[in-house]
């Protein structure tokens, strides 16, 4: 995965041209290999602040957002691109030691076939080294959903509701096309409901998860479609929408008594 970064939900005012050419619309690319907005300390600080703070909070399992585009590029309601669940966990050094820290459980796409992706385990180094912007995004779900949660994504559950047909603006109230947040989304109404049946699990989010409209030119986004392969509106019915980290911080505020959602900064 050594495309360049691009963010995980779909952007308006996106030029024609970037469109027949697959880019500007957000995707779940590993930022491994990415050209570097920022020194590599910079990053390190940045992602130890952020694994400090989720500490902080006692967090075991807390869903984690980064900026992949430039704050200006992005549209209204959307402003973290890849969002994955972080993990506290223990960590094997390639030296041979054992240190606590926090996994980062992502949905990246394939650089060959971007409308294919798969699970990858990264850090968060990893995760924040190709970011246009030093901001995170975090939710800190209730104990008892941290609980819930570790339990669906160390079963075979977090695998099975994997669905490696991609689309950028994946619809999260139906099946057939998945991007990173819809993911995030349908493994957290895993562990709320307790639940594999997928059909449960959307008919809980048409029910109750409020999702971001894409407010994307239709021409556009039909060039799109047609141009891009991880654009598909296959699984859309009128305007398109999809989930975002904001929408997600919104539904845990509303339904998860004791959840918080939280912003960190640089120093």
């Avoid at 992706?117 to 901001?135: H, I, K, Q, T």
């Avoid at 509106?233 to 999809?242: A, E, I, L």
């Amino acid at each position: 995965m050594r495309n360049a970064i691009r963010f995980c939900v779909a952007f308006a005012g996106l030029a024609l041209a970037s469109l027949a050419q697959g880019a500007g619309f957000s995707s779940s690319a590993s930022s491994a290999g990415e050209q570097a907005h920022f020194e590599p300390q910079q990053i390190v600080q940045f992602a130890k602040k952020v694994e400090r703070t989720m500490a902080s909070k006692g967090a075991r399992v807390a869903i984690l957002g980064r900026m992949g585009r430039p704050r200006a590029e992005l549209p209204d309601g959307m402003h973290f691109t890849h969002v994955a669940f972080a993990v506290y966990s223990e960590i094997s050094t390639q030296d041979g030691r054992k240190l606590p820290g926090y996994a980062i459980y992502n949905l990246y796409q394939l650089d060959d076939k971007p409308d294919v992706s798969r699970l990858v385990l990264d850090y968060p180094v990893d995760f924040f080294s190709g970011v246009a912007e030093l901001e995170a995004g975090i939710i800190i779900p209730s104990a008892e959903l941290q609980r819930r949660l570790l339990a669906t994504i160390t079963s075979p559950t977090y695998a099975n509701l994997h669905d490696a047909h991609y689309s950028v603006i994946a619809n999260p109230y139906t099946l057939g096309r998945q991007n990173c947040t819809e993911f995030v989304l349908d493994v957290t109404n895993a562990a709320i409901y307790q639940t594999d049946d997928v059909n449960r699990i959307k008919a809980n989010e048409k029910q109750y998860f409020v999702a971001q409209k894409v407010n994307v030119n239709p021409f556009k986004l039909m060039l799109g479609s047609m141009f891009s392969a991880e654009v598909s509106t296959s699984d859309q019915n009128g305007t398109p929408v999809t989930a975002t980290f904001e929408t997600i911080g919104e539904y845990l505020k509303k339904y998860d008594a004791g959840s918080e959602v939280l912003t960190v900064l640089p120093d």
